[in-house]
């Protein structure tokens, strides 16, 4: 009778275990559900709230395109300018011609700063004084070793972009608008024989430039530009026409000699006129080219003279009229 007992006591024991056991787990189901389930409403919450997030990063960015935050931003860069005068007095080695030797890690940061922003109101960028009071005054190595590469500077950046990527994409920057070409010329850091001012000289309206007929595309012309190597480096696709009917033939032996040089380069570095080898002319190449010449003369006229007497065969013979006596 006694294990009958303790039997039934155990077994009565296992089923209020079992019975609390399947509530308890049946009513966490239940919760996990309302967990996971969609309401409408937080969503309308969650769309409400990401377009006020939107809102006030457009109006966030709309404030940093104002003169203020261009002013400030100049200024900062300015305050950065004394740090480098001790790099310039001890004279930079380094292989680049346009990025320091040393730069302020918060002149990094400006300039990272700049050059996101700077596009998007470049009037305004240009009003504060980014070229007039900052970067003109910047101490590019090419130009405080020699004053005169102060022009190349530009020209310098697009070359040799990967030497100062934020630097040369901020020059790039203000180089695409017309008053940042403008300012660049008038604080020398761009050459004024570029591809602007020329244009505007020459250009009549009709983009034939060597007055073959044909409008000519700029893209299509093979002469490099070579820093300080502007007598050497060609002619210009919109200028080259008026300037191969124009001279004596001295000048034209001349240009005939620039294009037959040689340009030998090791790379790394633009090209100057020490890179540039003229071909050696001695008397007997001289003589050998009056003869050649003077040959080609006369087997043009010797053509001159067959023509004519071949036009005068196929006239008709005119008929004289028997007049009667």
């Known amino acids: 009778m006694a294990l009958q007992s303790n039997d039934r006591v155990l077994w009565l024991c296992l089923g209020v275990t079992l019975f609390f056991a399947v509530r308890g787990i049946a009513a966490e189901l239940h919760r996990v559900r309302e ?22 990063r457009s109006s966030v960015s709309s404030r940093l395109k104002d003169l203020p935050t261009y002013t400030a931003l100049v200024n900062c860069l300015c305050n950065f300018l004394p740090e480098h005068k001790e790099e310039e007095n001890n004279g930079n080695n380094s292989g680049s011609p346009i990025l320091p030797k040393t730069r302020p890690q918060g002149e990094r940061k400006a300039l990272n700063t700049l050059d996101i922003i700077l596009r998007e109101n470049i009037p305004a960028a240009l009003e504060a004084g980014v070229i007039s009071r900052w970067l003109s005054r910047y101490p590019f190595p090419c130009v405080t070793q020699d004053e005169s590469k102060r022009a190349d500077v530009v020209l310098l950046t697009k070359t040799m972009y990967t030497d100062d990527s934020v630097m040369s994409s901020i020059i790039s920057t203000l180089s695409s608008h017309q008053e940042g070409i403008n300012q660049l010329r008038k604080y020398g850091l761009m050459g ?17 430039y060597d007055d073959d007929g044909e409008e000519d595309d700029s893209d299509s012309s093979s002469d490099i530009w070579m820093v300080g190597g502007e007598d050497t480096a060609g002619l210009l696709p919109w200028t080259g026409g008026r300037r191969r009917q124009e001279g004596t033939a001295e000048e034209q032996a001349l240009r005939r000699r620039r294009r037959e040089a040689m340009v030998f380069s090791e790379g790394g570095r633009p090209l100057g006129r020490d890179d540039i080898i003229q071909p050696v002319q001695n008397t007997e190449d001289e003589e050998l080219d009056a003869e050649l010449e003077q040959l080609a003369d ?12 071949a036009e ?13 006596f």
Do not use: A
């Open 312 to 324: 005068r065969q196929e006239q008709p013979r005119r008929s004289w009229p028997m007049w009667p």
């Open 192 to 208: 004024s024989r570029m591809e602007e001012h020329t244009r505007s000289i020459y250009d009549d309206g009709g983009g034939d």
């Open 35 to 56: 967990l996971t389930s969609i309401k409408k409403g937080e969503k309308d919450d969650q769309v409400i709230g990401e377009g006020t997030e939107d809102v006030s």
């Open 298 to 309: 006369e087997v043009d006229q010797e053509l001159r003279e067959e023509q004519l007497e």
